[in-house]
């Protein structure tokens, strides 16, 4: 979740809050020390709901920041055997290529580059 996107919701949460405790405010059959007291006492139980929801989110995002990070280094490895792999490959084929080219060489000492027609 983005800082923005969290903000976002959080605002909503506690705008939301607000707003449920304004309309019990007017409907309320209790005197008003009974609903003071019940105020006092949600909005307690709204401040630990919303940590326990901050702190959840916050160990989601570290698990998921733990989990892109192990795969990251995952493909990186990878990425570091398929180039070794590819420099292997390449070292060989020249040796190869270099070993074939020894063995046809002219006894002159020179080489003939051009096209043998057939």
Do not use: H, W
């Not at 959080?10 to 019990?24: E, V």
């Amino acid at each position: 979740m983005t800082k923005q996107g969290s903000g976002d919701f959080m605002l909503g949460f506690f705008l939301g809050s607000l707003f449920g405790t304004a309309i019990a405010l007017l409907f309320t059959p209790y005197s008003g020390q009974q609903m003071r007291e019940q105020i006092r006492e949600k909005s307690i139980e709204l401040k630990d709901r919303a940590e326990d929801l901050t702190e959840e989110a916050n160990r989601r995002v570290e698990e998921a920041r733990l989990r892109g990070q192990s795969m990251l280094e995952q493909q990186k490895a990878r990425f570091q055997e398929a180039i070794e792999e590819g420099k292997r490959a390449a070292a060989q084929r020249k040796e190869d290529l270099l070993s074939q080219l020894e063995n046809t060489k002219p006894a002159s000492g020179s080489i003939n580059l051009t096209k043998p027609e057939v």
